[in-house]
């Protein structure tokens, strides 16, 4: 998880993640806002059990109301 500056994340929100979560400068994140990696794996014949997600990327200057679902 990197946070840049100035950065507001208010009350109840939640984050989950396998892998890197990016919130850029100047965001304000509204309470019981959900932030999750969509975590995945394969369903085919190549299933190993790993487990595949893809990067979060909040950008600068971004205003996330309540109860947002953050999804990659």
């Known amino acids: 998880l990197?946070?840049?500056?100035?950065?507001?994340i208010n009350a109840g929100v939640g984050i989950a993640a396998n892998i890197e979560v990016v919130i850029g400068n100047h965001v304000m994140i509204g309470p019981r806002t959900s932030i999750f990696?969509?975590?995945y794996h394969r369903i085919d014949?190549?299933?190993?059990?790993?487990?595949?997600?893809?990067?979060?990327?909040?950008?600068?200057n971004a205003w996330i109301g309540t109860g947002a679902l953050i999804l990659p």
């Open 2 to 8: 990197t946070i840049g500056d100035d950065v507001l």
């Open 37 to 39: 990696d969509s975590a």
């Open 45 to 60: 014949s190549l299933d190993d059990g790993s487990e595949m997600a893809q990067r979060i990327t909040i950008q600068d």
